[in-house]
């Protein structure tokens, strides 16, 4: 006679799994650190990524120094390309007849304040022509600055780590011994920008003794105009530029900080494979203690399918509970953090994809490591379990 | 001492025994040994590149508030005005460009030295494939460090294309310092000319002193006498300037730390794990072993072994895998210019077994008073 299917009840699941609340601890425990980890990968790599990929515009093209693709820092476009691309590339977007044409010149710089605090950052030198190439970026409090005065991104404070008071509109700091003056505030959501100082093109060229421009960034009416300014950028071999949509230049820097990325993930295996194990061997012994019960329950009539979908249960509750653990954790303590990098910083974020991969990973390792203990213990002969001590 | 032997033996048949809950062990032991050397491997080979020692002679002259070899530019002809300070043995001007100043894995360096001068100041320098003389006859030629080109699968005679140049392998080097091993050489003009700098600029001077108490004075000597030049200088010995300039890495690098500890925790919490779990399984066989002449600290004795044979057995494979992956990878971390080479080291896969051993051993201790102070009747009576 074929055995008919009768579920445990839910009250069977949720009382052996109170039955011994040191062990649901540590099956809570081991699950939430499994999935803090991924979270804290996940909001570090998400974060990075997002980072970069705000920062560069599909819209803009930025023309740098040949040889210079990969770092803008190192490129150098003579002053005079700003002028030949402005008349020279069709499609650049016009505002008030102004091409949205910006030269700027990119540098870290050692950067001190009146108490003896000491920061490096990003400086750019720019025109006023920035703010129409980069349309994210909005002036908070003060103004653009004039000579001998700076504008401060709204995280440079924690690029440059100082407390966000030292970098208050008003307050002063120097660069190369040259006193500037900080004249407002600006913000650039989720990008790179923000993390830096922007002053003008002029005084930052005086001062680092450059006579070249890291690059000339170009603001398209239509993003299909890029074939214009690529076919300038080949047919002035004297300027010696190569034209670039400022998305791929991040795209590309993402790439490079590929290997970092691939460094949390290993980490989070590593520490998540540690974890699992452990879980897997405390199952082992959790079930095998009670193979004897779910014989007793198996000649009663419950199938084996019935007590394993029950230990599966038991499995999924701890390890969703550990799941709910972690993602609080990841709430209270990571959403929200700055983490600064070398090219800027980003917010770690709770994102509903991070969520998703929560509860993902907390099923799967309630289904990977309630298997083998739980086949093990089921496919026990019905005597030999009932006999078991 | 035998009945201590004696015990190894039966903590290995009951390790044996158990499978399933040793392999498992085993290998979550492992996983957490292999980040444990990891970090230990990134924190030790940055601890060679920073810390100061007594035979080091280097000094690195670089622009004043500059931390990128993008943006400190010197003047070449600094170089005579240097030789002649006293304290001086050797100068070799040095041009660097790298693919991105970030810090990341596997970043590109090209350093660009007078072909008649790299020798001289570098002694150690071996070229192990293709040839010096190609290499100082050809001015597009490139000598690589021998990591550089087994990552790229470059070999003499090839030619490819990085960071804006196009160059062609000379030779093979390698260097007992491990920074030379993970650059390309290439001369001085055809990288100031390829990079758009010009002739005439450096990013760095490096210099030799006759001792290490000079350090300091000539440093001091070099800054003064450009003190009132257009381009000011900041001198410094080689590892301090390391540990000024690559900041990015250096908080990468200490922020592993955590990631150790994790691991130790890891291994202590396996290890405890998996021993309360034995110990609570073998109630009754323990009680027996003591009513057969063994005494409680025999029963300890015997958790003590199993742990301490799970850890090492673990801590070993994590350990190997970890020195291996090392090895096949030749990692190398780059920042602003300066890469630090991430090699295994004897030292840090001894010490990680040290520890590991006595992680098992302190993970062991509770789970062993467990084992050994139950009543031995209450024990035999249980079902």
Known sequence: MKNQFIALPFSYVSRSLLREPIKLLQKVLGAALVVSMVLAAGMFNQGMDRMLRNTGDPDNVLFIGAGSEDSVERSEVAKRAEGLIAGGVRGIESRMNLPSVSGEVQYMGMVDFPDGARGQGLLRGVTPSVFQVRPSVRLLEGRFPGSGEILVGVSAHRALGVPESHLAVGKTLSFDDQEFRISGRFEAPATVLESEMWLLRGDLMTLTQRETLSAVLVRLADPAAFAAADLFSKQRLDLELVAIRESDYYAQLSRFYAPIRWMTWVTTAMIAMGAAFGGVNLLYAAFSARMKELATLQSIGFSRLSLFIALLQESLLSSLAGAWVSVLFAWFFLHGNQVFFSVGSFSLELTPSLLLAAVVAALALAVVGTLPPALRCLRTPLPTALRAS | ?383
């Open chain 2, 1 to 383: 001492m035998k009945k201590f032997t004696r015990l190894s033996g039966l903590a290995l048949k009951q390790v044996l025994r158990h499978r399933t809950r040793s392999i498992l062990t085993l290998l979550g032991v492992a996983s957490a040994m292999f980040l444990y050397t990891s970090v230990e491997t990134l924190q030790r080979a940055l601890k060679v590149v920073t810390e100061q020692g007594a035979d080091d002679t280097t000094l690195v002259v670089y622009r004043e508030n500059r931390f990128c070899p993008a943006t400190s530019r010197l003047p070449e002809h600094y170089l005579t005005d240097i030789r002649s300070i006293p304290g001086v043995r050797e100068v070799i001007p040095v041009q660097i460009v790298v693919n991105n100043c970030g810090a990341s894995l596997d970043v590109i360096t090209f350093r660009g030295v007078p072909s008649e001068t790299l020798v001289s100041y570098n002694p150690d320098l071996e070229v192990i494939d293709g040839s010096l003389s190609d290499w100082k006859t050809r001015s597009d030629a490139a000598l690589l460090g021998r990591h550089f080109a087994a990552r790229r699968g470059l070999r003499p005679g090839d030619q490819f294309e990085a960071v804006g140049m196009r160059v062609w392998v000379a030779g093979i080097l390698t260097s007992p310092l491990a920074q030379d091993n993970n650059v390309a050489y290439v001369h001085l003009p055809y990288l100031q000319q390829a990079s758009n700098l010009g002739l005439g600029v450096v990013t760095q001077f490096n210099v030799r002193v006759n001792s290490h108490e000079l350090l300091d004075g000539v440093a001091e000597a070099i800054d003064a006498r450009f003190r009132s030049d257009v381009i000011r200088t900041d001198t410094r010995p080689e590892k301090a300037f390391f540990a000024q300039t690559a900041k990015d890495m250096i908080e990468l690098i200490a922020f592993t730390r955590w990631l150790g500890l994790g691991a130790v925790l890891a291994v202590v919490a396996l290890v405890g794990n998996t021993l309360i779990l034995i110990a609570r399984g073998r109630i009754k066989e323990s009680a027996i072993f003591q009513t057969i002449g063994f005494s409680r600290l025999d029963i300890a004795a015997l958790t003590v072994w199993e742990g301490w044979l799970l850890g090492l057995s673990g801590g070993l494979v994590g350990i190997l895998c970890a020195s291996s992956f090392f090895l096949w990878k030749r990692f190398t971390f780059g920042n602003e210019g300066l890469t630090l080479a991430i090699e295994p080291r004897w030292d840090v896969a001894f010490a990680a077994l040290v520890v590991v051993s006595l992680l098992s051993v302190l993970a062991s201790i509770w789970p062993a008073m467990l084992a050994s102070s139950r009543p031995v009747v209450e024990s035999l009576r249980q079902s």
